[in-house]
């Protein structure tokens, strides 16, 4: 039918609604290139077959549609009306569904859409945070009708609003209509289109042009693609729309060759208009003539500047002009009131990297960063921790977690040194190297310049061999300064804006990761585990005391324990302690988690420690260096301390390590329960470390049994390493009661077996290692309910989710979002009742966890005889008074990075006396680090006496990887834990840990 006016498509609208209407269900299965390459072609003809197997083909309709958004979990399909979403089909459940629901009328919950967040499918769409959170307007019909038919686009209104501004509307109308509703242009900069197409109008000459620009050359990117694949009339109505405006009667869309699919449906939709005469001669009788022809190009990143985009769809170089051309439904007021004040209507977005739900969404303008990500993202997966987001594509700039609340506005985003761009927004976890990351995003821009000015060409390849220099380890001093003067150089006298803007990603990786690129050049080090020629493993480098995992899980395999024990001890003298509690920093990045599971790099330590507890031989000396006569005062016999020790008295060294307590091993002794720490485990420990030389005094406080003063004068150093060991106040009402004991008291108490008593109903405030500690301490001291209360959510608890998994099933109750408000007691000062507020979350806070505020919900109470509130620690030095010694705003003592020494000469500090509570594992290596500055510091080479040099077997393997999860652990059963102090991970046996160790890929392989 040739459509001559809105009366025809109002016939057309309703005949294809009617035939819609016929059906009773509507199977919408998304054909975006995502789904298309994660089979959903082969989901659809399942979907017929079963269909036609039940006899069903005239009750369900079929409809393939663009892509729907949630191109992480494809291929998908909604069914109407009963608006429920199915992920991750296969034809197999494509079948099942057809099967259950539509004979049924069973919902199949497991191939629902996952909600990683909330830790539960979510069947309905309408319940779907990712599209809950959205405003669609360009994307209105993606994902909601079929793409391949005119008749489906005209059914939601297309064409009418080409209708109207062709038959009833001026060109100046329309553009005065555009300007009305603040749209701005998507491309980058945000240009008003209004006064774009102002621009075009008023332009002399007969002859006027109108582009479209769809080449997309952002890695990352692929909103125009989608849009084009999933709705290509609106690109054609609005084209239309915008050649009549400004006098155009032939219009250009340029789009990348490596888009096969969205040219051949735009080639499509350009067809069917012609024949409904959308396109060509005297559309809508107003005779204004108008058609559009589709330009591929080569790909080239630049033609996203305009002046080159002319040229090439010229058949000229993509290079851009030096002094280039000023190129020019529902009403503006409905448009205008979405987005901010300054700018008006939605951004579409690509979601990319390390999120959940990777996809195509869009949202108002200026909604905030983290909104976006989390909410509508679903976040970092894999409980990682989010570092940046790539804004603005190449030449856009990084956000960081304190950016998070920053409304993705283009004046707020400029401010930040980056730029919205065309919508590509790639996220970053903490296993990304900025460095890195600068140097890949400049590698790109520099072999997409076109070459014409000398600033582009050679200064983005001078950057690049800087950047490239240091990911290798060759960096300089000077490097990062050169860097922001080259890219300052080019912004100010590059020819086009993919000149000026190339420095950006570096520009702004060095603005808010500088302290990145300086461990680079100063220590080689890469933090991410990404530059490999600065390590030997991810696993070794993200290890704080660098022990040789590859080098210890090959000895396992081989069935040499006892060595393997000794390696670890090298850089380690906790290796059964560490590797019964370490915060496992290593299996964190272990490249065998992208194939199924991390190594159990912790459990292979602790197994290798315990078979050499069992079968070492008689103490006989170690390699020790001869006495150097110099003396070395520790302070605090933790974890730090005595690791400094044990390094320093093996290279000559007297020492000498003070406790005020009646028992060496600072919180390890008593501050984590016999259930993961055996006390005899980390007595062995120290007893090995003592019969090396190092002297332990006991109840020996300093500044009550000895004087600092002393120490400093009959000593040559003194390293400093008491710890955070009293309980911070959490400053709530009624936190003086009888019956409230703080978590560090309570676990200190209980470990060292004095008297502490613990009635009925416990109730735990805080969400970290100390509250589950005391929660798992409280059961097995015989409290029948538990209860912890945390202000975030479960997920969000910093606690080890091991030890919180454990904690809930042995029996404790987790209430997340919850503040306590007052503890309540009775006429004889006894708390009887907690009282707490609901909350919910809020905006980003500077860590990029979200703030707990308080809710509109009455406050409810719990009750309780005893009350633990475990919120964090803090030191307390009295021996040092406080004007003599620097000190942070935190009471933890300020140190040189490079020499761990105070501002008071010789006197030198490390564990969480400087860093606040901490790991086991971050103290050792403080202690290995501190014993190196106190030897320089006294004249030595800071080289450490590690003992006897452990070889190695050539490792050969076939390099037949296979998927398999780690070998389980023994555990002690579930009945048995919570009536004693028993540990509860037993472990790996020999068999099971010599096979889990060849899990190991071997990473140190170059």
Not at 147 to 163: F, K, N, P, S, V
Not at 331 to 343: D, H, L
Not at 492 to 503: M, S, V
Request: hydrophobic share 40%; aromatic share 8%; glycine share 12%.
């Amino acid at each position: 039918m040739k459509v001559t006016g809105l009366p025809e498509l109002k016939i057309i609208r309703d005949d294809y609604l009617a035939k819609l209407n016929a059906y009773k269900y509507h199977i919408l299965v998304c054909g975006g290139a995502g789904c298309v390459s994660s089979g959903c072609q082969d989901v659809e003809k399942a979907l017929l077959a079963a269909l036609e197997q039940h006899g069903l083909r005239d009750q369900a309709l079929v409809l393939e549609t663009g892509c729907i958004g949630t191109c992480a979990v494809g291929p998908v399909m909604l069914i109407e009306p009963d608006g429920v979403f199915y992920t991750k089909l296969t034809p197999d459940s494509a079948k099942e569904i057809v099967q259950a629901h539509l004979v049924n009328g069973e919902i199949l919950k497991q191939y629902t859409f996952y909600d990683h967040s909330l830790r539960k499918h979510v069947p309905k769409i309408e319940d779907i945070n990712f599209f809950r959170e959205q405003v669609k307007i360009a994307l209105r019909n993606c994902g909601a009708m079929e793409h391949a038919r005119i008749e489906a686009y005209i059914a939601r209104d297309g064409y009418q609003a080409a209708a109207k501004a062709l038959t009833g509307m001026t060109g100046a109308d329309v553009v005065n209509e555009i300007k009305a509703s603040g749209l701005m242009g998507r491309g980058g900069a945000g240009f008003p289109t209004g006064v774009k197409w102002e621009a075009g109008l008023k332009a002399p000459g007969p002859i006027k042009y109108i582009v479209c620009n769809a080449d997309e050359g952002d890695p990352g990117a692929f909103m125009d693609r989608s849009i084009i694949e999933g709705d290509p009339h609106s690109v054609v109505e609005g084209m239309l729309i915008g050649g009549y405006a400004i006098g155009a009667h032939l219009g250009y869309v340029y789009v990348r060759a490596e888009y096969p699919l969205a040219i051949a449906r735009l080639e499509k939709a350009l067809e069917q208009a012609r024949e409904m005469g959308l396109l060509g001669k005297d559309i809508f009788g107003s005779g204004f003539d108008f058609d559009i022809e589709i330009r591929i190009g080569a790909g080239a990143f630049v033609c996203g500047e305009e002046t080159a985009l002319m040229n090439s769809i010229e058949g000229e170089r993509g290079e851009p002009r030096q002094k280039p051309p000023f190129p020019f439904q529902n009403g503006p007021a409905w448009y205008a009131g979405f987005g901010t004040e300054k700018s008006k209507g939605t951004k579409v977005f690509a979601l990319a990297g390390d999120i959940t739900n990777t996809g195509i969404v869009e949202v108002p303008i200026g909604t905030p960063l983290g909104n976006i990500l989390f909410d509508i993202g679903g976040g970092v997966p894999g409980r990682k921790q989010f570092k940046a987001a790539q804004i603005g594509g190449p030449s856009g700039g990084c956000l960081t977690r304190e950016n998070l609340n920053t409304p993705t506005d283009y004046l707020d985003i400029k401010k930040l040194g980056a730029i919205m761009g065309s919508g590509g927004l790639i996220t970053m976890n903490e296993d990304t190297c900025m460095v890195d990351t600068a140097r890949y995003f400049l590698d790109f821009i520099k072999d997409e310049s076109c070459g014409k000015c000398v600033s582009c060409r050679l200064g983005t390849k001078r950057m690049l061999e800087i950047l490239e220099r240091i990911t290798r380890g060759e960096g300089e001093e000077g490097d990062i300064e050169l860097l922001e003067e080259l890219g300052e150089i080019i912004q100010e006298t590059a020819i086009c804006g993919l000149g000026q803007t190339a420095p950006n990603p570096v520009l702004s990786a060095i603005k808010n990761f500088r302290d990145e690129f300086e461990e680079h050049i100063r220590y080689k080090r890469c933090r991410a585990g990404v530059c490999s020629s600065l390590f030997i493993s991810p696993c070794e480098n993200t290890c704080p005391a660098n022990v040789n995992v590859p080098g210890y899980t090959s000895l396992i395999a081989e069935g040499r324990f006892i060595d393997a024990y000794n390696l670890i001890r090298q850089e380690n003298p906790f290796p059964a302690v560490c590797g019964r509690i370490c915060t496992r920093p290593c299996e964190s990045k272990c490249r065998r988690r992208t194939l199924d599971e991390a190594v159990a790099i912790c459990d292979l330590k602790k197994f290798v420690a315990d078979y050499a507890h069992k079968h070492e031989k008689a103490f006989i000396k170690d390699i020790i260096f001869p006495k150097n006569g110099k003396k070395v005062a520790i302070i605090g016999a933790g974890a730090a301390g005595l690791t400094c020790g044990h390094y320093l008295v093996r290279i000559g060294y007297e020492v000498d390590v003070y406790e005020g307590e009646d028992v060496a091993g600072g919180v390890l002794a008593y501050g984590i329960p016999e259930y993961r720490l055996p006390m005899e485990v980390l007595q062995h420990e120290i007893n090995l470390i003592e019969q090396e030389g190092v002297i332990v005094h006991l109840n020996t406080e300093v500044g009550r049994d000895i004087a600092f003063d002393y120490l400093r004068s009959d000593s040559d150093a003194i390293f400093v390493s008491t710890g955070t060991q009293l309980p911070q106040r959490a400053d709530i009402p009624g936190e003086d009661l009888k019956g409230v004991i703080h978590g560090v008291d309570f676990l200190k108490k209980v470990k060292l077996n004095r008297e502490v008593e613990v009635g009925k109903n416990v109730v735990i405030i805080g969400g970290g290692n100390t509250a589950v500690d005391s929660a798992r301490t409280a059961l097995r001291k015989g409290a029948k309910n538990v209860t912890i209360l945390y202000r975030r959510t479960q997920n969000m608890m910093p606690a080890y989710e091991n030890e919180v998994h454990e904690a809930i099933e042995e029996g404790v109750k987790v209430i997340p979002l919850a503040q306590p408000v007052r503890f309540i007691g009775n006429k004889d000062g006894h708390v009887v009742e907690v009282e707490y507020k609901k909350m919910t979350l809020g905006e980003f806070d500077s860590s990029g966890r979200r703030k707990s505020v308080p809710s509109d919900k009455p406050t409810q109470f719990l009750e309780a005889d005893t009350v633990i509130p475990a919120i964090s620690q803090y030191a307390d030095l009295p021996f040092i008074p406080v004007g003599e010694i620097g000190r942070t705003q935190w009471g933890t003592f300020t140190v040189d990075h490079d020499t761990m020494m105070t501002t008071m000469p010789g006197v030198f500090a490390g564990g969480d006396i400087v860093r606040g509570p901490d790991s086991v594992i971050q103290a050792i290596a403080d202690g290995k680090k501190a014993a190196i500055a106190i030897d320089k510091y006294l004249g030595g080479r800071g080289v450490l006496n590690r003992g006897e040099e452990i070889k190695f077997s050539p490792f050969e393997d076939d390099d037949d990887v296979m998927e398999l999860p780690r070998y389980p652990l023994d555990m002690l059963e579930l009945e048995k834990r919570k009536g004693s102090f028993d540990e509860v991970v037993l472990g790996y046996h020999k068999l099971t840990a010599m096979a889990e160790a060849m899990r190991c890929l071997h990473c140190e392989r170059r």
